[in-house]
């Protein structure tokens, strides 16, 4: 069974930073394409960074500059730096990888950017 488990959620203020970990089992990490959603309350689940086993990156233009995504084979473990934060950043963060036609979701850690 391929678990994702998501950790590093929490409130931070505007402009602070935090890092999202996502541990993963029951996988051949290294040849999964890794990515982090988030969802806030009313809005749909989007895509805020990817990560291919070769290590290519996408972002969306809302957090490009100031998420990083990044992974560590070794300890089968997906990273998001997160630099700058905005309010608009609040939302529930989602672990996803993807292997072939295989999907699986994290739980989901909540982020809050708020004064």
């Known amino acids: 069974q391929v678990q994702l488990v998501e950790s590093g959620g929490g409130l931070v203020q505007p402009g602070g930073s935090l890092r999202l970990s996502c541990a993963a089992s029951?996988?051949?990490?290294?040849?999964?394409?890794m990515a982090w959603y988030r969802q806030a309350p009313g809005n749909e689940r989007e895509l805020v960074a990817e990560i291919t086993p070769d290590g290519s990156t996408n972002y969306p233009d809302s957090v490009k500059g100031r998420f990083t995504i990044s992974r560590d084979n070794s300890k089968n473990t997906v990273y998001l730096q997160m630099n700058s934060l905005k309010p608009e950043d609040t939302a529930v963060y989602y672990c996803?990888?993807?292997?072939?036609?295989?999907?699986?979701w994290g739980q989901g850690t909540q982020v809050t950017v708020s004064s």
């Open positions: 029951g996988t051949i990490f290294r040849a999964n394409t």
């Open positions: 996803y990888r993807r292997y072939l036609g295989l999907r699986t």
